[in-house]
Nanobody, 126 residues
Framework: HVQLVESGGGSVQTGGSLRLSCTAA????????MAWFRQAPGQEREGVAS????????VYVDSVRGRFIISRDNAKNIIYLQMNSLNTEDTAMYYC????????????????????WGQGTQVTVS
């Protein structure tokens, strides 16, 4: 029963930065795996980044590695996606997602692993 609300999207020029926020009410790092996805017009939903809450490293799709950083503010129940060096290929609707169990059973990159989704926030790079 995780309720997710994204914010922070907007329009930015190539090379710029944005930080997306996902307010995750009911998020429990012991039970939920968090991730950011994106979907461009005419494209399938793509896993961007996922956060391990215990032990492991955060993971990223190759196209954003070194540019994007996923992080969490436990006190405020907020998941962030810091996006740097943005390019036009990053233009998409960005979604926050959470599994209904501790692990992403279909892989962190698969939408099938996630039960809870936010409404999305649009990022446009030009």
């Amino acid at each position: 029963h995780v309720q997710l609300v994204e914010s922070g999207g907007g329009s930015v020029q190539t090379g710029g930065s944005l930080r997306l926020s996902c307010t995750a009410a009911g998020y429990n790092p012991r039970r939920n795996c968090m991730a950011w996805f994106r979907q461009a017009p005419g494209q399938e939903r793509e896993g961007v980044a996922s956060m391990y809450t215990a032990g492991g490293d955060d993971v990223y799709v190759d196209s954003v590695r070194g540019r994007f950083i996923i992080s969490r503010d436990n006190a405020k129940n907020i998941i962030y996606l810091q996006m740097n060096s943005l390019n036009t290929e990053d233009t998409a609707m960005y979604y926050c997602a959470a599994t209904g169990e501790r692990f992403a059973l279909s892989g962190w990159y698969s939408p099938l692993s996630y039960k809870n989704w936010g409404q999305g926030t649009q990022v446009t790079v030009s």
